[in-house]
């Protein structure tokens, strides 16, 4: 190439230079263009999430708050008028509802809801809010103040920061942990139970609704022993030993207070709360039942450590014991035990609420003492064959007299005193453990 042809392309290359930087510099532009797009993008996407995890603690919080303003029940008439207002009229609509923000766009209320009370009040949390309403469930009606069926409906409210608002719904209803327990002071499951009732004339048993602690329903009376057949219930009246006037419910006494809880004809019975659920025959049910148990817990010992059971705990507590427990000297306490193991009662020890022996299904009553077990007990031996609850054989029978998968259910009382039994509906049938999600969804 002559020098000519050289320097006439000068020209050329410091234009394809250029264009090579004009190039780069629109890419880089455009590069930093979309990084900014995309930042603002996750931001949005940010915030809605964080408006969205707020609504959803709306609807968590209102839960709770529900579950204690209610005490538990699963009636929720009088929350949804006192969630009505003034005007006894539902006006909560999500689809009206307005947030007022400040000058810097940070929320600072919601309107839009006329006077319902809010089930729960906004509450800041960081750059945004969330509150919570309370209305009927859709089968009943939004607007309905009265419910038919258990169930509600909470609205969560999630105010985010940059104006994010989301809403969800959850439909709620109470979770019980425990079905209706069988109507007697003490129930054995199984078809050959071992009762004895103990020696001492000073102990009494009392089908009489809360008898020794009061506050019964007048006129009230169920079995003092339970039991699932009429062989069974012959093997229990076996045990209950001294005077007639040892147990006494209603007019009947003595052995009279045994029965087969299944045996709709028995006066006891037929005159008292019924029949007991056929459910707590199901050996696979009380063994997902104490799944359960466990899981809802609020005191937990295990196997071979020691286990304390503070003083006056109350009807909300579940005292759930993986092995074999005592329970005294002196104690007092309420709420649900459970027991896997064998439990020792101490003559000293008062107890209102539910006793559940389920596992190797034994109680034992011991010792001197005015302690009063107030409220109903069952014992269940579903231990199998080998007698060790927790392993491949449960529910599998003891392997030679019981053919309904139950192993001998024990209960007995050794020593004298004057410690007392009787039924208690106030402390036999707790309430709810919670309120739970059923339906949820996002607006």
């Not at 919080?61 to 929350?79: C, E, P, Q």
């Not at 359960?292 to 109350?314: D, M, Q, R, W």
Request: hydrophobic share 40%; charged share 15%; glycine share 14%.
């Amino acid at each position: 190439m002559t020098r000519q042809q050289i320097a006439d392309q000068d020209g050329s290359a410091l234009i394809m230079a250029v264009f090579v930087t004009a190039l780069l510099s629109t890419m880089g532009i455009a590069l930093l263009h979309l990084s900014e797009l995309n930042l603002k993008m996750n931001r949005a996407a940010l915030n809605t999430k964080k408006a969205f995890y707020l609504a959803e603690a709306g609807v968590e919080t209102g839960r709770r708050v529900l579950f204690d303003s209610n005490g538990g029940s699963d009636i929720f008439d009088a929350m949804l008028e006192a969630a009505a207002g003034n005007n006894d009229t539902i006006d909560f609509d999500p689809y009206a509802l307005q947030l007022q923000y400040d000058q810097d766009g940070k929320v600072i209320g919601i309107t839009g809801i006329a006077d319902d009370v809010p089930l729960l009040a906004a509450t800041v949390l960081g750059q945004g809010l969330y509150a919570s309403f309370l209305t009927n469930d859709p089968i009943d009606g939004r607007t309905n103040l009265t419910d038919t069926n258990s169930r509600v409906l909470i609205t969560g409210i999630g105010a985010g920061p940059n104006r994010s608002f989301k809403i969800v719904e959850a439909i709620i209803e109470p979770h019980v942990v425990l079905p209706r327990m069988p109507p007697a002071a003490i129930t054995l499951i199984g078809s050959d139970p071992i009762f004895y009732g103990g020696a001492s004339h000073a102990e009494q048993y009392s089908g009489e609704d809360c008898h020794f602690l009061g506050g019964g329903v007048p006129g009230l009376h169920v079995p003092i022993v339970g039991t699932t057949s009429s062989a069974a219930e012959i093997a229990a009246e076996a045990g209950m030993d001294g005077p007639p006037s040892k147990y006494t419910s209603g007019a009947y006494s003595g052995d009279d207070t045994g029965v087969d809880l299944l045996d709709p004809s028995d006066p006891l019975i037929s005159g008292g709360l019924g029949t007991m659920d056929p459910i707590w025959t199901d050996c696979a049910f009380l063994q997902d039942l104490m799944e359960n148990l466990y899981k809802h817990a609020t005191i937990y010992c295990a196997p071979a450590v020691s286990c304390s059971v503070p003083e006056y705990t109350t009807l909300d507590d579940i005292v759930f014991v993986d092995g074999d427990f005592q329970l005294g000297p002196g104690h007092v306490g309420s709420g649900v035990v459970v027991v896997t193991g064998e439990l020792t009662l101490l003559g000293t020890t008062t107890w209102t609420g539910i006793v559940l022996a389920i596992g190797e299904g034994s109680v034992k009553r011991q010792g001197g003492g005015n302690g009063v077990i107030s409220g109903t007990t069952l014992v269940a031996n579903i231990s199998g064959p080998n007698g060790v609850y927790g392993d491949a054989d449960d529910c599998q029978g003891d392997g030679a007299s019981d053919p309904d998968l139950f192993g001998s259910a024990s209960y007995t009382v050794i020593g004298g005193g004057n410690a007392d039994i009787d039924y208690c509906s106030r402390f036999a049938n707790p309430g709810p453990a919670s309120y739970r999600v059923v339906d949820f969804r996002q607006l």
